[in-house]
């Protein structure tokens, strides 16, 4: 790298992870950090310690999103902000969304060694319940920042236990006193994993995304009714259950129609009430989640969607309703942002490829508020939401190291 090029400290980076990834741990390697829970206090309270011993001034908001700020040289300008997630799905891996926050705070760590300072400040962010694991819609923190989602109904919120979001977010002692949104960025900046294989496979170690993929998700009752599967005749059955299994293999003909230009369905989660033995189903919930490069194609696949859940209701004579519904993937990539990255990559000689992403991130979120981006690295087969979700460092600093002179320059503007 060029000599007025900022390298982080790859080990303490290292380190850094690897301590985090001890909590929460499920299985040999993986984590099961849901969202305000007892290893979501650990992790959050870990990184704030972290973040004060290195200056950081710690701010938490209503819903529990954390703000670490290294003041600025002029300390009214709005602040250049980078960060994601510390909550893990029920067997995620160590580095989605985790990998950000840490490279965000070795960001921080890398300019108090040099003592860099900057015009304006710097603020390494963590948004509550990115992945939707345990309350929906997924980033729910990011969105009722940005004004998507009102506060009360964040707070309202349940898990499949009844567990009040708002209750669980005060047990844990992060219902802050931040306004929503009441940090205003100058600009936000997402290292992720790419969570995909493509970057693993071509051998590049920088993905800047340029846009994602419009994905919708979708949580869809069906209606029955409870009888007797011994005396009931067939033809007098209203099972939930039959419902929600026709609907499911038809969601997932909808995706294969749809793949030959990159289309995707899943029917990821289903539950059923009330799952018993010798009783005809009287309710199912499913969460149908679908995506496609092209806007319009998406809103297609809703119309299919839609269009299955009236054949599968008649089919197995029962009713369904969409009840909640989520989207996000409306262009939100800065255009100044993709070419501030790509000059600095440029300019350090890092080589790096323009990449779509394929999931969804709190930085989409943020793109409606603020010229957003966002660095994708490599991990290992694309392998992510899993156990085996790997990274390797050698791999991951050429992102880091252009995370850390993008926040720089532009800090300085
Ligand atoms: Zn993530």
């Known amino acids: 790298m060029p000599k007025n090029a900022l390298e982080v400290n790859g080990n303490r980076l290292w380190e850094t992870l690897e301590a985090s990834g001890e909590i929460g741990k499920l299985r040999d390697t993986g984590l099961r950090r849901l969202p305000l829970s007892d290893a979501d206090k650990e992790m959050r309270d870990t990184f704030c ?7 950081c001034t710690v701010t938490v908001d209503q819903v529990g999103n954390i703000f670490a700020r290294r003041a600025g040289i002029d300390d009214s300008l709005p602040p250049i902000a980078t960060g994601s997630h510390l909550d893990t799905q029920m067997c995620g891996g160590k580095y989605d969304g985790v990998l950000g926050v840490m490279s965000g705070l070795e960001v921080l760590r890398t300019l108090n060694d040099r003592g860099v300072e900057t015009k304006r400040p710097i603020e390494v962010v963590v948004w509550t319940n990115e992945e939707g694991a345990r309350f929906t819609p997924p980033m729910q923190g990011s969105l009722a920042f940005a004004g998507d989602l009102s506060l009360t109904d ?5 898990d499949a236990d009844g567990m009040r979001f708002g209750d669980e977010l005060r047990r844990i002692g992060y219902d802050g006193a931040a306004e929503l949104g009441q940090s205003k960025f100058e600009s936000y900046l997402e290292l992720h994993i790419e969570q995909g294989p493509i970057l693993d496979r071509i ?50 003909a909808i995706g294969w129609r749809h793949h030959p230009q990159g289309g995707k369905t899943t029917t990821a989660r289903i539950s059923c009430f009330p799952n018993l033995p010798g009783i005809i189903a009287e309710s199912a919930e499913l969460t149908v989640d679908f995506r496609h490069p092209d806007p319009d194609a998406a809103d297609k696949m809703l119309a299919e969607v839609k269009a299955a859940m009236v054949t599968a209701s008649e089919k197995a004579n029962v009713s369904m309703e969409i009840v909640e519904s989520w989207m996000f993937g409306d262009n939100p990539f800065s255009d100044a942002c993709i070419q501030t990255l790509e000059e600095t990559a440029d300019s350090m000689g890092l080589s790096y490829m323009e990449i779509r992403s394929q999931a969804g991130h709190d930085a989409y979120a943020i793109g409606k508020i603020a010229p957003m981006g966002m660095i994708f690295t490599p991990c290992n087969g694309g392998v992510s939401h899993n156990v085996q979700e790997e990274i390797e460092l050698d791999r991951t600093l050429p992102g880091v190291n252009l995370l850390l002179n993008t926040i720089v320059k532009m800090a300085n503007r």
């Open 49 to 55: 310690t972290w973040a004060r011993q290195a200056g």
């Open 154 to 158: 964040v707070l309202g919120s349940r």
């Open 203 to 252: 051998g590049i170690d920088i993905g800047v995304v340029v846009s994602g993929f419009k994905s919708r998700g979708l949580k869809i009752a069906v209606s029955g009714n409870t009888a007797h599967v011994g005396p009931t005749p067939m033809d007098e059955r209203q099972n939930a259950l039959v419902g929600a299994a026709y609907l499911i293999t038809e969601v997932d």
